[in-house]
């Protein structure tokens, strides 16, 4: 079983940075590939970054390829995610995920956080 527990939300201006951190319980978490995914009011949940077990691997949505950047830490059990350049349209609910059952990249999570609140204003 993994708990993940997310941080790092607010209220930021366009053209600033957040850091999201995602804090997991269980040993096993270094197995795990990880992830962030994010919902907008009225839009459906969609992916936006994953890293790999060992955290040398990362993938990304085109929408915040070159601004956002994944990593973790398995030493802490905790799986980051830097974003930089914030746009109004990346406000949204943002989650941890973790899938049990990949090394590589998160395909269907089998745990979620609770969720985290980024809001970017313009």
């Known amino acids: 079983q993994v708990q993940l527990v997310e941080s790092g939300g607010g209220l930021v201006q366009a053209g600033g940075s957040l850091r999201l951190s995602c804090a997991a319980s269980?040993?096993?978490?270094?197995?795990?590939?990880m992830g962030w995914f994010r919902q907008a009011p009225g839009k459906e949940r969609e992916f936006v970054a994953s890293?790999?077990?060992?955290?040398?691997?990362?993938y990304y949505a085109d929408s915040v390829k070159g601004r956002f950047t994944i990593s973790r830490d398995n030493a802490k059990n905790t799986v980051y995610l830097q974003m930089n350049s914030l746009k109004p349209e990346d406000t949204a609910v943002y989650y941890c995920?973790?899938?049990?059952?990949?090394?590589?990249?998160?395909?269907?999570?089998?745990?979620w956080g609770q969720g985290t609140q980024v809001t970017v204003s313009s």
């Open positions: 995920a973790a899938d049990a059952t990949a090394k590589q990249r998160v395909g269907v999570p089998n745990y």
């Open positions: 269980g040993r096993t978490f270094s197995n795990y590939a």
């Open positions: 890293v790999s077990w060992t955290g040398r691997s990362t």
